[in-house]
């Protein structure tokens, strides 16, 4: 307990402090992280071209929603069907922003089906792919929950999960990345 010093004048108090009873500082011993980490990882926009080559999409605009956990791709008519005893799903698409006539039709192995809330808060059941996506000259594999996006802005979104550990995302940044570049022989196509 602090003691008050009989020196001080009138009307004024002085706290001593006992430094016997002070705690010891102990060092730091955990991990910092290091910025020059972050210096070597690419920064990327708000949004994006990227391409979902399994799928057959060269190029698709993406929006980077680090507020999202997961991913999204715009697809309707999915029906479910099996392959060689596994669960896929075939989809139909519009590839393109603001075009609902051009359609393309896509097929993927399912990997799981997963309730996602959405931005408005409705929770719904989704299917789940996992398939390459290329941005920029790096390509990985990204799960994609499929979903009708019909009213949505762009035809994907691209989840912080996609992008955890790859990227810096500037928000007030679009197309940093350029048209994406895919590396020839990089992402095996399936039949």
Do not use: Y
Request: net charge positive; glycine share 8%.
């Amino acid at each position: 307990m602090p003691a008050i010093d009989s020196d001080a004048g009138v009307g004024q108090r002085k706290i001593v402090r006992d430094k016997s009873r002070t705690k010891k500082k102990v060092p730091d011993t955990r991990k910092k992280k290091s910025d020059s980490g972050n210096q070597r990882r690419p920064s990327i926009g708000w949004r994006e071209w990227a391409s979902l080559p399994q799928l057959g999409i060269d190029k698709i605009k993406v929006k980077v929603d680090t507020g999202a956990r997961s991913s999204a791709l715009h697809a309707f008519e999915v029906e479910p069907f099996e392959k060689d005893g596994e669960p896929w799903v075939r989809f139909t698409l519009h590839p393109f922003q603001r075009d609902a006539t051009t359609t393309m039709v896509a097929t993927a192995r399912l990997i799981d089906e997963r309730k996602v809330r959405s931005s408005s808060g409705k929770a719904t059941l989704r299917p789940v792919i996992e398939t390459p996506i290329v941005l920029g000259d790096q390509v990985w594999n990204i799960q994609v929950t499929l979903v009708r996006r019909d009213l949505m802005g762009f035809r994907m979104l691209l989840g912080r999960h996609a992008v955890r550990g790859r990227f810096l995302v500037d928000p007030g940044r679009s197309f940093r990345c350029g048209h994406p570049q895919l590396p020839a022989g990089s992402v095996p196509l399936h039949e």
